[in-house]
């Protein structure tokens, strides 16, 4: 028996009725058994399209993923000798902020950044960046402000509370200090994921010390 699509055998299904059941029991043929195979038919059919549909889903999330992780921005080359810099950095996960931290510094100084225009503190974690950022902006007053930090999942909520805290608190320093803040805080789903961001190929560091010049560049060309 041929079976079109789910929705057809389905139909067909729903077709079936108590009459011809009862007279599949008393003795013409059994009808009963015939629809229950093309019920289960049509069940198999239509679990396959649904795992089909959910793997196809899943290959797209994971792709997205990917190119998200991937598809920074190319900045143009801009000098970063009239900029002054502040950047605060949080001491947990200090193997991959320290990374962040030295990637960033490197492609400041390579940009032109002079030493006495980079000023650099250290803070316990994450969750005390907007706070610093805040004090270097009110007694710096640099161009830009960098935020670095490294936010890992553990047994509970508490990472993504602290990451969102952190996220909203340096958009209102931005705001109310009309600085730039380029936020720096990787947050990831475990280590491994970290170390991609940090320590691997995908070179976090570098993108926020060029999108911090970026920035600084554009805030140069609005003041005059």
Same mark, same amino acid.
């Given at each position: 028996?041929?079976?079109?699509?789910?929705?057809?055998?389905?139909?067909?299904?729903?077709?079936?009725?108590?009459?011809?059941?009862?007279?599949?029991?008393?003795?013409?043929?059994?009808?009963?058994?015939?629809?229950?195979?093309?019920?289960?038919?049509?069940?198999?059919?239509?679990?396959?399209?649904?795992?089909?549909?959910?793997?196809?889903?899943?290959?797209?999330?994971?792709?997205?993923?990917?190119?998200?992780?991937?598809?920074?921005?190319?900045?143009?080359?801009?000098?970063?000798?009239?900029?002054?810099?502040?950047?605060?950095?949080?001491?947990?996960?200090?193997?991959?902020?320290?990374?962040?931290?030295?990637?960033?510094?490197?492609?400041? !100084?390579? &940009?032109?950044?002079?030493? @006495?225009?980079?000023?650099?503190?250290? #803070?316990?974690?994450? $969750? %005390?960046?907007? =706070? /610093?950022?805040?004090?270097?902006?009110?007694?710096?007053?640099?161009?830009?402000?960098?935020?670095?930090?490294?936010?890992?999942?553990?047994?509970?909520?508490?990472?993504?509370?602290?990451?969102?805290?952190?996220?909203?608190?340096?958009? !209102?320093? &931005?705001?109310?200090?009309? @600085?730039?803040?380029?936020?720096?805080? #990787?947050?990831?789903? $475990? %280590?491994?994921? =970290? /170390?991609?961001?940090?320590?691997?190929?995908?070179?976090?560091?570098?993108?926020?010390?060029?999108?911090?010049?970026?920035?600084?560049?554009?805030?140069?060309?609005?003041?005059?």
């Amino acid at each position: 028996m041929r079976i079109g699509s789910p929705s057809e055998g389905l139909l067909r299904l729903k077709a079936f009725s108590w009459r011809s059941c009862a007279n599949g029991w008393a003795g013409e043929g059994d009808p009963f058994r015939r629809q229950w195979g093309l019920f289960q038919q049509v069940f198999l059919v239509a679990e396959k399209a649904k795992l089909d549909a959910l793997k196809h889903s899943a290959v797209q999330v994971v792709t997205q993923r990917q190119a998200m992780s991937q598809s920074a921005p190319q900045s143009a080359e801009i000098s970063g000798a009239p900029f002054k810099v502040g950047i605060a950095a949080a001491r947990y996960n200090e193997q991959f902020v320290g990374a962040l931290l030295r990637q960033a510094v490197d492609v400041l !100084r390579k &940009a032109g950044v002079k030493e @006495r225009n980079l000023t650099v503190v250290r #803070v316990p974690g994450s $969750n %005390e960046l907007p =706070a /610093a950022i805040q004090l270097l902006a009110e007694r710096r007053r640099p161009d830009v402000l960098l935020a670095l930090g490294v936010i890992i999942r553990g047994d509970t909520i508490h990472y993504e509370l602290i990451a969102e805290a952190v996220t909203h608190a340096l958009q !209102r320093v &931005a705001l109310d200090a009309r @600085r730039p803040v380029i936020n720096g805080v #990787v947050v990831a789903e $475990n %280590e491994a994921q =970290a /170390a991609d961001r940090c320590l691997g190929k995908i070179d976090r560091g570098a993108e926020f010390a060029r999108a911090a010049l970026a920035m600084a560049a554009l805030g140069r060309v609005l003041s005059k």
